[in-house]
T-cell receptor
Framework: AAGVIQSPRHLIKEKRETATLKCYPI?????VYWYQQGPGQDPQFLISFYEKMQSDKGSIPDRFSAQQFSDYHSELNMSSLELGDSALYFC???????????????FGSGTQLSVL | AQKITQTQPGMFVQEKEAVTLDCTYDTSDQSYGLFWYKQPSSGEMIFLIYQGSYDEQNATEGRYSLNFQKARKSANLVISASQLGDSAMYFCAMREGRDSNYQLIWGAGTKLIIKP
């Protein structure tokens, strides 16, 4: 079965550079979530989209922005990168939008971002 | 107050033994879902099992089962006949009702190591 695809798998950037992470949800999933996971931490919710519109916002810095496109893929744009942005970034998808607490979130393999 | 509590930061278990990972939760919602995810050292976040608050039977998925005790607000993960490949970080998570926008609330995780 198709899973959530994230690219790139690894990314190395310098301070103050920009980065773009991409996420392709499972087919027919209309909701995408972005999470940030620091070493030894649980995932922290950044932002979510349902039907190409932002549905919820978590602890996403103002330097970051995201969007969901017409084909439901999503991109997380990160500017003015800081050392503290080094983390594993997950994208997850589910179907049915805010279809209830029972909708399962399926995660991609993540993008490991290292800021030097 | 912590909404999801995983009291075992780490566990060592002998291969082929059963293992129980503890998870207690705190919610005033009647409708909620409980999830377990596995995160191996490679980093991906793998969905294991789901239990809905209205489900009367404990969820099972292959070697995984969820010991759901609603009155005690616990949702322990049981892995039968553990294997070396079960060594990973395990996260318990909860989705509450509409007011919380169905966001996943995570526990701190339990690091499980299976000994040969």
């Amino acid at each position: 079965a198709a899973g959530v695809i994230q690219s790139p798998r690894h990314l190395i950037k310098e301070k103050r550079e920009t980065a773009t992470l991409k996420c392709y949800p499972i087919p027919r999933h209309d909701t995408v979530y972005w999470y940030q996971q620091g070493p030894g931490q649980d995932p922290q919710f950044l932002i979510s989209f349902y039907e190409k519109m932002q549905s919820d916002k978590g602890s996403i810095p103002d330097r970051f922005s995201a969007q969901q496109f017409s084909d439901y893929h999503s991109e997380l744009n990160m500017s003015s990168l800081e050392l503290g942005d080094s983390a594993l970034y997950f994208c997850a998808s589910s179907r049915g939008g805010l279809g209830g607490f029972a909708e399962k979130l399926f995660f991609g393999s993540g993008t490991q971002l290292s800021v030097l | 107050a912590q909404k999801i509590t995983q009291t075992q930061p780490g566990m060592f278990v002998q291969e082929k033994e059963a293992v129980t990972l503890d998870c207690t939760y705190d919610t005033s919602d009647q409708s909620y879902g409980l999830f377990w995810y596995k995160q191996p050292s490679s980093g991906e976040m793998i969905f294991l099992i789901y239990q809905g608050s209205y489900d009367e039977q404990n969820a099972t998925e292959g070697r995984y089962s969820l010991n759901f005790q609603k009155a005690r607000k616990s949702a322990n993960l049981v892995i039968s006949a553990s294997q070396l490949g079960d060594s990973a970080m395990y996260f318990c998570a909860m989705r509450e009702g509409r007011d919380s926008n169905y966001q996943l609330i995570w526990g701190a995780g339990t690091k499980l190591i299976i000994k040969p």
